[in-house]
């Protein structure tokens, strides 16, 4: 889900983590990601994210 709503974003120049950072806290916030799931997530999400560059 976290790779889904960012990947879209995902530029050349864009800072990963700061996008991650604003991604999953809006979703943690609406309840759609438990917040002990966070850092798993954002982490898992982060490096396919990488290789998307």
Not at 2 to 24: G, K
Not at 36 to 49: D, F, K, N, Q, S
Request: charged fraction near 30%; glycine fraction near 4%; include cysteine.
């Amino acid at each position: 889900m976290v790779y889904r709503a960012t990947a879209p974003e995902i530029r050349r120049d864009t800072v990963i983590r700061d996008l991650l950072t604003t991604r999953v806290r809006t979703m943690v916030m609406h309840g759609k990601i438990d917040r002990a799931a966070t850092r798993p997530t954002a982490e898992a999400a982060g490096a396919c994210l990488q290789a998307l560059r």
